[in-house]
């Protein structure tokens, strides 16, 4: 019972990781998407007296608020989902244990750079674009490092999932 409740456990951590990338991408896109001409007339009678590169910047900003909102609840969520799935995987040992450990210290270093890439990210949320590299680089840099821990933490999950589905 503890390896199908640790499986539904997996399922609802890489299921919404998966859907955290999609909302956050939806987020930005969003304000392109709104102010096109695909827009709602109203949406653009409102906003007729700004600016169309501050629509788009005030726009962009909210979507990046939502996204950082979204990932520093999401990684409560998900230190409680790790602190869960290794318990409930303890006994087993080996790679069962290894790989969600990995995904829990990968949660908690994501967790400690949350900070710094929200500050560079507002910070360059109504910077004009495109961006100079000086300004670009540090944040590209953090994000990347975001985006490849995330794909290591549902490697690993994937892993650990395959592992249990291999069992007798």
Same mark, same amino acid.
């Given at each position: 019972?503890?390896?199908?409740?640790?499986?539904?456990?997996? $399922?609802?951590?890489?299921?919404?990781? *998966?859907?955290?990338?999609?909302?956050?991408? %939806?987020?930005? +896109? @969003? /304000?392109? &998407? #709104?102010?096109?001409?695909?827009?709602?007339?109203?949406? *653009?009678?409102?906003?007729?007296?700004? @600016? =169309?590169?501050?629509?788009?910047? =005030?726009? &962009?900003?909210?979507?990046?608020?939502?996204?950082?909102?979204?990932?520093?609840?999401?990684? #409560?969520?998900?230190?409680?989902? $790790? *602190?869960?799935?290794? /318990?409930?995987?303890?006994?087993?040992?080996?790679?069962?244990?290894?790989?969600?450990?990995?995904?829990?210290?990968? #949660?908690?270093?994501? =967790?400690?750079?949350?900070?710094?890439?929200?500050? &560079?990210?507002?910070?360059?949320? %109504?910077?004009? +674009?495109?961006?100079?590299?000086?300004?670009?680089?540090?944040? $590209? !840099?953090?994000? *990347? =490092?975001?985006?490849?821990?995330?794909?290591?933490? @549902?490697?690993?999950?994937? $892993?650990?999932? %395959? !592992?249990?589905? &291999?069992?007798?």
């Amino acid at each position: 019972m503890r390896w199908k409740l640790a499986l539904l456990l997996l $399922g609802a951590w890489v299921g919404v990781l *998966a859907g955290s990338w999609v909302m956050a991408t %939806f987020n930005l +896109r @969003a /304000a392109d &998407r #709104v102010l096109g001409p695909g827009g709602r007339f109203e949406l *653009a009678e409102k906003l007729a007296g700004v @600016a =169309a590169p501050d629509r788009r910047a =005030a726009l &962009r900003h909210l979507g990046a608020e939502l996204s950082r909102w979204m990932f520093s609840s999401w990684a #409560v969520v998900q230190l409680g989902l $790790g *602190a869960a799935l290794l /318990a409930l995987l303890w006994p087993g040992g080996g790679l069962s244990r290894l790989l969600p450990g990995l995904a829990l210290v990968v #949660v908690l270093a994501q =967790a400690a750079a949350l900070g710094p890439l929200a500050r &560079r990210g507002r910070a360059l949320d %109504f910077v004009p +674009r495109p961006l100079r590299p000086e300004d670009a680089r540090p944040f $590209g !840099l953090l994000h *990347a =490092a975001f985006l490849g821990a995330d794909v290591l933490k @549902a490697s690993a999950l994937v $892993g650990t999932a %395959f !592992l249990l589905l &291999r069992r007798p």
